[in-house]
């Protein structure tokens, strides 16, 4: 069975922090990233990781302020978030997919990814 399965997620003051994880099992995978999506807003990129950790990539909304981190021998992959604004309120899923990329472009799109976790809300208060 193949599951995605996040948490961390809460309630936090404005600049405060929290740091999401995202266990994966049933499946080995490649690339691995997370999406963010807003009561009435679409779904948008966060954050992704090459297998290896060598390659992140961040939406510049965020950039500077969360760090993408991997355990492969966990397959769990993380989401460290800083500076936290009431902007970044949402419901925050992580994806993973068995391909690997080349290019930011390919894992800043939802369609790169095949399996999603459940979804952690993530609240910022001001």
């Known amino acids: 069975q193949v599951q995605l399965v996040e948490s961390g997620g809460g309630l936090v003051q404005a600049g405060g922090s929290l740091r999401l994880s995202c266990a994966a099992s049933?499946?080995?995978?490649?690339?691995m990233g997370w999406f963010r999506q807003a009561p009435g807003k679409e779904r948008e990129f966060v954050a992704a990781?090459?297998?290896?950790?060598?390659?992140?990539y961040y939406s510049d909304s965020v950039k500077g302020r969360f760090t993408i981190s991997r355990d492969n021998a966990k397959n769990t992959v993380y989401l460290q978030m800083n500076s936290l604004k009431p902007e970044d309120t949402a419901v925050y899923y992580c994806?993973?997919?068995?391909?690997?990329?080349?290019?930011?472009?390919?894992?800043?799109?939802?369609?790169?990814?095949?399996?999603w976790g459940q979804g952690t809300q993530v609240t910022v208060s001001s």
């Open positions: 990781s090459s297998r290896s950790g060598g390659y992140t």
């Open positions: 994806a993973a997919d068995v391909r690997a990329y080349y290019g930011g472009s390919y894992y800043s799109q939802s369609s790169s990814y095949d399996y």
């Open positions: 049933g499946r080995t995978f490649s690339s």
